[in-house]
């Protein structure tokens, strides 16, 4: 009998809810409080997820985003910063360590990445993981970018698959647009939408996806919802999301150890 796992899709919520929602669903499945799960959503509006360890300054122009109202979710997962917006569909698969999902962090790419791959040649868009990126193309074009870390005794592998993309946006908020893809002059360039290949049925592509993910992980999905507890924690957590120490901690923390050396020059 195939493991089941846990699918909820929340479809449309905001960028920061987003990030305390996948934390919060770890802090439970490492434990055992929740069950493994898959988890999809989109942002309401767009946001810029910056990886743990990236400085804000050095990725994003701050005061276009201000001025555009485009959020900046500093996320607990590693790797690149993304921008995303509604026309792309996120998700997280996070299971229990020691379980389906490998603890090497090169085959958990794999094994979730190769989800995504059966979602696109069911589509008949086709695609290839690429490994150097830990993402997956399409006809030689980035379409699906992706990011994971461990926590609490959970191990999350998070990612994108584009629908649409708003590039204009994209390159006026990064400030190297084309940083996570192959060389090439423009992320237009680099990067491909289902859109373009004629594919918007976007209840056609979650199903994919999930069915994707289920052959991957050779499980089965029920439909599911958050526990009380999730939620609770959730809603703890989002406030330190969107507190400035939180979004600029590598920021502050990069300026403290330059006004500490020049108090006390070697």
């Known amino acids: 009998m195939k493991d089941k796992w846990r699918f909820i899709d929340l479809d449309k919520i905001d960028g920061f809810k987003s990030a305390a929602l996948f934390e919060s669903i770890a802090k439970h499945v490492g434990p055992d409080l929740s069950p493994d799960t898959i988890f999809f959503w989109r942002v309401r509006s767009p946001v810029i997820y910056l990886g743990y360890h990236q400085c804000v300054e050095d990725e994003i122009n701050i005061d276009y985003c201000i001025d555009n109202n485009i959020g900046i979710v500093r996320r607990i997962l590693g790797g690149g910063c993304g921008f995303c917006d509604e026309d792309q569909i996120l998700f997280s698969c996070i299971g229990k360590e020691g379980g389906i999902i490998p603890p090497d962090i090169q085959a958990a790419y794999e094994k979730v990445l190769g989800g995504v791959v059966n979602a696109l040649i069911t589509l008949g868009a086709g695609g290839e993981i690429e490994p150097a990126r830990n993402a997956v193309y399409s006809k030689g074009r980035k379409i699906s970018g992706n990011a994971q870390g461990r926590l609490d ?114």
């Open 153 to 266: 005794g959970a191990v999350l592998v998070n990612g994108s698959l584009l629908m649409d993309f708003d590039f204009g946006l994209m390159d006026s908020a990064l400030k190297n647009p084309t940083k996570n893809l192959y060389p090439v002059n423009t992320a237009r360039e680099g990067m491909i939408t289902l859109k373009e290949m004629g594919i918007m049925d976007i209840d056609g592509v979650k199903k994919a996806l999930r069915e994707g993910f289920e052959t991957a992980f050779g499980i089965g999905t029920y439909p599911g919802i958050l526990t009380e507890n999730e939620i609770n924690t959730a809603n703890q957590l989002l406030r330190n999301y969107k507190s400035h120490n939180w979004i600029y901690r590598m920021d502050i923390k990069r300026s403290q150890r330059k006004n500490s050396s020049l108090r006390f020059p070697q």
